[in-house]
């Protein structure tokens, strides 16, 4: 693979107020660009100024939808070092996802040192205050001025970065979720599984009728019976029913979440009753009729732990766990959060160092 070129901006932006971050609405001063031609492979790896893309109206990914992404965070420990979470993880996950959109596979190893080497670049804007990270969106799409119903034959692949605080407003406090049973986001055998502006995209009209209704996300059932819980919009979801905690399986129509890893291999090493299966949401209400139901809380990204103080389901409003956080919930979110920043040790392997 070529060298990375870096061209750096001239006129740098003044950093932001760390208090006032947001969630994906503050940009840095560079990004990483690399192209793809069929025949040439991947080539031309290169860090410019973060700005704007001269792109042909008829390009593929317009029309057609072909893209992936992924999503991961830079933190900034007390002693100054840069630490990235599972970043080969994501670019594996990537692949996954390219593969099953007919994208051509990125060199992981290659698309780590990339990232490495803007976030770099760009360290001075990883803020510092607590809570806060520097959200990384790597992305491909499709580049071809063709209409017409196939593969693109030449594709992008970009990361751009973003200082952020919390990714909900409730920040760690309990959300509430509506238990969606009437649109389906995905089915075993379509894209599920992948990380595609698809997925994102036919999770939209339940998300704007559930926050009509006061409801911060989602909670979808399966496409076919609509009776099995999947995941919550942009996290997957446990449950603590009786002391054994509970998520549902990978039955491909569910993304395999980093964090939903990390979470598992958490409640391995502690010893904690575990279960991965199918759950009904009416296993659910049965657990809280029974109050055996301790804790519900979604994992991801963008919030890392999100306990659910409150399910609505057809109009039966349950409260979990009084609607506060739990105990279990907030163990994970401690430690996650801190072999992110470097306050806990990280005995899985899970930090690189940029």
Not at 7 to 23: E, I, S, V
């Amino acid at each position: 693979m070529e060298a990375i070129t870096i061209q750096t901006n001239p006129n740098p932006k003044p950093k932001p107020d760390q208090a006032n971050l947001g969630f994906g609405q503050i940009f840095t001063d560079h990004m990483f660009i690399m192209d793809y031609e069929e025949g040439k492979g991947w080539y031309n790896p290169r860090i410019v100024p973060y700005g704007p893309l001269p792109l042909d109206p008829s390009i593929m990914v317009v029309h057609y939808g072909q893209a992936t992404f992924e999503g991961l965070k830079a933190y900034k420990t007390a002693d100054k070092q840069i630490q990235l979470f599972r970043p080969y993880s994501n670019m594996e996950r990537m692949n996954i996802s390219n593969e099953r959109l007919c994208i051509p596979p990125l060199d992981v190893a290659f698309a780590v040192e990339a990232i490495k080497k803007l976030v770099e670049v760009d360290r001075d804007w990883i803020p510092e205050a607590a809570g806060t990270s520097l959200y990384i969106r790597p992305f491909i799409f499709a580049t071809d001025p063709y209409l017409g119903v196939r593969p693109s034959h030449s594709y992008y692949f970009i990361v751009i970065l973003s200082p952020v605080g919390a990714y909900y407003p409730e920040g760690l406090n309990p959300v509430k979720i509506y238990v969606e049973d009437n649109y389906v986001r995905a089915v075993t055998g379509g894209l599920g599984f992948t990380k595609t502006p698809a997925n994102y995209a036919a999770s939209l009209k339940a998300q704007v009728v559930a926050q009509e209704k006061g409801y911060t996300q989602v909670l979808w059932l399966d496409g076919i019976e609509k009776k099995y819980v999947e995941e919550v919009g942009t996290m997957n979801v446990f449950f603590k029913i009786d002391g054994v905690v509970v998520t549902p399986s990978l039955e491909g129509s569910i993304l395999s979440g980093i964090t939903r890893d990390s979470t598992i291999q958490l409640l391995k090493h502690w010893g904690i009753p575990f279960e991965e299966r199918k759950i009904s949401i009416d296993e659910i209400y049965a657990a809280h009729a029974a109050g055996k139901l301790d804790e519900a809380f979604g994992t991801g990204t963008a919030a890392v732990i999100s306990p659910i103080g409150e399910l609505n389901y057809g109009g039966n409003i349950i409260s979990i766990n009084q609607g506060k956080i739990g105990e279990l919930s907030a163990r994970i979110y401690d430690t996650i959060t801190g072999i992110q920043n470097g306050t806990e040790k990280d005995l899985f392997g899970w930090i690189v160092h940029v």
